[in-house]
């Protein structure tokens, strides 16, 4: 794996990545007052800077943010939209476990087409999966895996 790819797996990991409380009002269409409601309520959470003025998300939180939106929107109660925003965030967890862990590299092979190595198969470490990108579809393959990757 190059060092970018792994700077990138790294920050996805990290949980670093956050956006404030205004972008993330723009970006979710859930204002400001509703963020801070949900986050005294215990639904959400922030870190704050040190005057506690500015509060800034992390993507996960981006993304309960909008699921529960969602919900709402889908006419349940704040109560259960949160509830099944917490299910739902148990698919994100998965999510990004999968991105931690397969993403081995990811290279452009022409214009609008790229390659993502996802790594060997678990049943034939001989062999790799890998994602084929153009700007159409994706499509998954198998092939030999490099000898200086065994």
């Known amino acids: 794996m190059d060092s970018l790819s792994e700077q990138i797996r790294q920050m996805i990991i990290s949980k670093q990545l956050k956006i404030s ?3 993330v009002s723009r970006v979710t269409g859930v204002s400001t007052s509703q963020l801070r409601y949900w986050e005294k309520k215990g639904y959400i959470s922030s870190d704050q800077d040190e005057q506690n003025k500015n509060h800034y998300f992390s993507f996960p939180t ?3 943010v909008f699921t529960i939106k969602v919900y709402l ?3 349940f109660t704040l109560t259960t939209a949160v509830k099944k925003e917490q299910e739902r965030r148990e698919l994100h967890k998965i999510f990004t476990r999968f991105i931690a862990d ?3 590299e990811i290279k452009q092979t022409g214009e609008k087409q790229g390659e993502v190595k996802l790594g060997p198969l678990t049943e034939d470490p001989t062999k790799e999966i890998y994602a084929v990108i153009t700007d159409d579809k994706t499509s998954l393959h198998v092939r030999n895996r490099n000898k200086a990757d065994n």
């Open 62 to 64: 981006i993304f309960q």
């Open 102 to 104: 397969c993403i081995m």
């Open 21 to 23: 409380m205004s972008e």
């Open 73 to 75: 929107d889908q006419g």
